[in-house]
T-cell receptor, first 111, second 113 residues
Framework: SQQGEEDPQALSIQEGENATMNCSYK?????LQWYRQNSGRGLVHLIL?????REKHSGRLRVTLDTSKKSSSLLITASRAADTASYFC???????????FGTGTRLQVTL | NAGVTQTPKFQVLKTGQSMTLQCAQD?????MSWYRQDPGMGLRLIHY???????DQGEVPNGYNVSRSTTEDFPLRLLSAAPSQTSVYFC????????????FGPGTRLTVL
């Protein structure tokens, strides 16, 4: 079964708006990671937040983590058409050898 | 560095045929994994390896075999292809120390008729 569930499954916004995606996970984590996938391509790592961190920033990305609720959110500010992609959260389950992914959020940014 | 490479990019098989999906990385990563991606299912872990000679099963291992004879290569074998194995397959690698980011290959789109 999937470790993470993203919400919403799909999101459509206009350029310049902010996009927020949420991820809920099932088991305790060491860290949580977010990846982006452009259509037809492999996944690219965006940002990693450790279990002892509550918020992290990288450029226009802001990630929060609430371990008590087993949830994380990814905020993309001032979105651009180039941000159109699918976004996945991922975490290690059981051991450091297995990184498992959520079902993803498809983001569409229109001009 | 080329990163993680996968061949072929596209493949069409008939039911019952066998084939090997190739994966190689040049980053000296000990951890390598194979995932399949189906619409609405996200990525599901098929098999993974924590070093040469060591492999283990993921969430959906049935119908697939792997081996890891070198650090660089991690081939995925389909023994007898079935239409249910129609999917996009991704190979990934990462450094073993800590819980690090993974680097993904470009994927192989497989269709089984």
């Amino acid at each position: 079964s999937q470790q993470g569930e993203e919400d919403p499954q799909a999101l459509s916004i206009q350029e310049g708006e902010n996009a927020t995606m949420n991820c809920s996970y099932k088991t305790s984590i060491n860290n949580l990671q977010w990846y982006r996938q452009n259509s037809g391509r492999g996944l690219v790592h965006l940002i990693l937040i450790r279990s002892n961190e509550r918020e992290k920033h990288s450029g226009r990305l802001r990630v929060t983590l609430d371990t008590s609720k087993k949830s994380s959110s990814l905020l993309i500010t001032a979105s651009r058409a180039a941000d159109t992609a699918s976004y996945f959260c991922a975490s290690f389950t059981g051991t450091a050898s297995k990184l498992t992914f959520g079902t993803g959020t498809r983001l569409q940014v229109t001009l | 560095n080329a990163g993680v490479t996968q061949t072929p990019k596209f493949q069409v098989l008939k039911t019952g045929q066998s084939m090997t999906l190739q994966c190689a990385q040049d980053m000296n990563h000990e951890y390598m994994s194979w995932y399949r991606q189906d619409p609405g299912m996200g990525l599901r872990l098929i098999h993974y390896s924590v070093g040469a000679g060591i492999t283990d099963q993921g969430e959906v291992p049935n119908g697939y075999n792997v081996s890891r004879s070198t650090t660089e290569d991690f081939p995925l074998r389909l023994l007898s292809a079935a239409p249910s194995q129609t999917s996009v397959y991704f190979c990934a690698s990462r450094a073993p120390r800590g819980y690090n980011e993974q680097f993904f290959g470009p994927g192989t789109r497989l269709t089984v008729l």
